[in-house]
């Protein structure tokens, strides 16, 4: 196998199926309406109140996740969450919805697009820096090499004495990156969130339903209460700001975050925290088209390459993770295995039949007790000493009364449990059986190996 970075990439490419291909589609369509969203938003934002805008995309695009929703996964959305489900969902709306979507629009209004888009890789950075806090995400070096070129990123961007706007003034486009950030370390919180819910069982799309079920509410209740006389307001709006406010509400809300949840539960967060490199890219070309009041100098340009290059860095640091983790668990199913294949015996379970069935056919390779675990060194030498003990009973000519030959047959008693403490001396019983038909006398020689045969351990071999 090819392991330079060419194969590898060719090895990807040919192991990519259908399936992984229509993923990477998706993921791919949601990057570019969510950049088309920043150009199109920002535009009716001129003619259309932030508020009155948020408000009718919430009141459009809630429905619409719960209806997808309910279609998907019927059965899951049923199932009404309880006490600890229902604070977490509600937890999560509020971040999501309630701050996550109001700091987005108020940082659109104010500052550009463009700064719009190259914040939004952020969440990934911030997420992680959260999950080190709290101990969900492993410290690695790499990690927080990314974390602090990330920030630095962000710093670089977010200084607007280095971005100009003919709509904008400075003070603007300060707070509206400030939103910005906001927005994305809201998300990142709902993304710690959401994985309680996670390991609870509970859908992404279950979740996303029910977040926006909780937190548009709140929104929409704020916007009519801020909007005088809201009802003008909607019916002075003309067309091209109702087909952008639908384009918002259905592709670039409902559609996006039910798409990105899908995606998620298909691939992995890792690969949808790529594609939001993706954004400022596409968003930087369509606002040079269609914005060109936007001007962004070196320095925001350099500022965004290095919050990307932070994101990478700590994508790159998760994806080792993973494939060390898949590794560990090979290794483990493999060893696992191996133990199966070499089964170990232990003696809570053994029948005395199997007990000597092993020892006839020499195979004792691992004996486990519950109280402990003899060493192979020490198992292996007292094995050896019971195949060189061996009690012959030999036929005894009694010079006193006959001739006859008298068998002894040394029965031994196998315990069909035995004590882990005791495990050395397993064969340790030995009775003997007197012919009632003949009487035996013995010599003194031979009362005495008798007596002292009493307390020898006895290995039994065919």
Known sequence: MDMTLKGRIKQSIRSCTFKDFKVHLVLLSVCLVFSVFYIITKKTLNQIDVWVFLTLRLAIATPILWICAFIVDTKEMLKLP???????????GILSVTV????????????TASNAAITQPAIPVFSTVFGVLLGFERKTKLKFLGIATAVIGCVLMV????????????????????????NTVAYAVFLM??????????????????????GSPPVILFGLLYTDNISHAVASITVWPWMAIL?????????????SSWAVAKSNAVTVSVYLCVEPLATGILATIFLPDEILTLLNIFGGIVMVCGVALVMVSKYREKKKDELDNFEKEKLKRYDMNNSAVELNTLSPEAIINISKENSYSKIISSNSIINESDEN???SDNKNQEIEIDNINDSNNNN??????????????????????QFKQEEENEDNDQEINLNDSIDDSIKGGGNTKADNHT
């Open 82 to 92: 309880n006490k600890k489900e229902l604070l977490f969902l509600s937890l999560s």
């Open 100 to 111: 996550n979507q109001s700091l987005f629009l108020l940082g659109l209004s104010l500052s």
């Open 159 to 182: 200084d607007f004495t280095h971005l100009t706007s003919e709509n904008s003034s400075s003070r603007d486009i300060l707070l509206g990156n400030l939103c910005f950030l906001g």
């Open 193 to 214: 969130v959401q994985k309680p819910l996670g390991d609870r069982g509970i859908s992404a799309i279950k979740i996303m339903a029910w977040s926006f079920g909780i």
């Open 247 to 259: 384009y918002c509400a259905i592709l670039a809300t409902a559609y996006c975050f039910f798409a």
């Open 381 to 383: 030498e007292e094995f």
């Open 404 to 425: 006859n030959n008298n068998n002894f047959n040394n029965n031994i008693n196998i315990q069909p449990y035995f004590n882990g403490n005791n495990l050395l001396n």
